[in-house]
């Protein structure tokens, strides 16, 4: 019998993982830890390697890149129930955006070689995982590709100079 | 015969004249008509003009105690003209057009609008946070922060609590504190409870598509779904069948059309 931890549970009330079962959920457990994020602290830097990956459980994550000319731009925000740091699942596992809180963020962190490793160690654990996972990504390639028709743009801002 | 006049008659404008005239952000303005008398339903349209420029189709965005507004955006020569307007300028004005956002009362109502489409969406929400709807969502998007229309009404209604109001951006900078995503993803944030839900969707025809199947999905009857859809107007009656959709002549039929009369052809590019 699997004895059910205080991390377990976390992970199978967050929306994210609420479908998997307890035994991938303790496996899951053993890589995951609870952390908090102060206002402007940041989760990720854009760039550096995909090491962590979070689900938010409180506040407010932007997720962002530089612009030259135009400093930072915010392209997406995650709040409670989402994901942050999807680049963890495949190569080259680098960050493709930086991630910021913006007032103070609780969520489950996961040491994403940790994770990996189990994934290949148990199959099952990792198909359980990405069947999770993957309606995140396919919702994030959805919202990207409508992002990227600018919709309430004039027509004029549609043409382009 | 009499019923040719009547058209004729309905088709001349009138003068009516701009009493305040507000810059909204860089080529949106919101003009103050004063018309005594006045009367529209929420989402009904007006054809207005400043003489020499023809005229263009813009929803009532207000009432007031003697006369109405319409927020612009300009677009092309007529509404460019429209948004340059002045207190004391005359316009040539005709209507009120088309259908209405549903009156009803009871159950939940979802208001979802996208950038300018909270204009014609306006009157609709002022009048059912008093209507005795269980509960009222308003739910915003737009382009950026500096293109939010209606800015210290939507912090003034946040404030009243009457309704619950989520606003997001698609894109922004770093002083930016809310919602940065598609309208959409307020309403994975938002639970709604599709058997006691009436939407109310507009915006860009791509956006209330979007929005529209989303609802479906989450079980809202496309029949308690409703839409407000623009082609080329240009009588504002029917009669020149300029604004055709399908089956509906947008100008007589809608601009409001509940979407299981129209899903079918949104998506035909050719029309």
Request: charged fraction near 20%; glycine fraction near 10%; charge should be negative.
């Amino acid at each position: 019998m699997i004895e059910t931890h205080p991390m377990q549970d976390l992970i199978r009330q967050h929306a994210v993982l609420a479908t998997i079962g307890d035994d991938v959920a303790a496996m899951l457990a053993g890589c995951a830890q609870n952390v908090v994020f102060r206002d402007g602290e940041a989760l990720m830097r854009e760039g550096t390697p995909a090491d962590r990956f979070y689900l938010v459980r409180s506040g407010r994550v932007a997720v962002e890149t530089a612009v030259p000319g135009r400093g930072v731009a915010i392209i997406q925000t995650a709040e409670a129930g989402e994901a942050v740091g999807l680049s963890w699942l495949v190569p080259p596992y680098q960050t493709d955006f930086g991630a910021r809180a913006v007032g103070l963020v609780r969520a489950l962190s996961f040491d994403t070689a940790c994770l990996r490793m189990k994934c290949d160690a148990d199959p099952h654990v990792g198909y359980e995982l990405y069947k999770c996972l993957l309606p995140a990504l396919v919702e994030r390639l959805r919202t990207a590709r409508y992002q990227s028709l600018d919709l309430y743009a004039t027509g004029a801002e549609q043409a382009g100079p | 015969m009499d019923a040719a006049v009547a058209v004729r008659a309905d088709l001349t404008p009138r003068p009516v004249k701009v009493i305040a005239a507000q810059e909204v952000f860089a080529s949106v303005a919101t003009l103050t008509f004063q018309d005594k008398g006045f009367a529209a339903a929420p989402g009904q349209f007006m054809m207005v003009g400043r003489p020499g420029y023809g005229e263009v189709p813009i929803s009532v965005s207000g009432l007031t105690d003697d006369g109405f507004e319409l927020t612009i955006r300009a677009e092309g020569a007529a509404s460019q003209a429209l948004v340059r307007a002045k207190a004391g300028d005359w316009m040539g004005v005709r209507g009120p057009y088309g259908t209405r956002w549903p009156a009803v009362g009871g159950g939940d109502l979802l208001i979802m609008a996208g950038g300018l489409g909270l204009a014609p969406l306006r009157l609709a929400f002022l009048q059912a946070v008093d209507a005795g709807y269980d509960r009222v969502i308003l739910l915003y998007g737009a382009r950026d922060p500096s293109t939010i229309v209606f800015t210290d009404e939507l912090d003034a209604w946040m404030e009243e609590g009457r309704a619950s109001v989520h606003v997001t951006v698609d894109t922004a900078g770093p002083g930016w504190t809310g919602n940065v995503g598609l309208i959409t993803t307020l309403l994975d944030r938002n639970t709604i409870d599709p058997a006691r839900t009436t939407a109310l969707v507009c915006g860009p025809e791509v956006m209330m598509r979007l929005c529209a199947r989303r609802l479906e999905a989450e079980g809202v009857p496309a029949q308690r779904i409703h839409i407000s859809l623009e082609r080329h107007m240009a009588c504002g009656t029917g009669a020149c069948g300029r604004c055709q959709l399908g089956p509906l002549i947008l100008c007589r039929d809608g601009a409001v059309v509940r979407y299981d009369r129209i899903a079918h052809t949104l998506s035909i590019p050719e029309i």
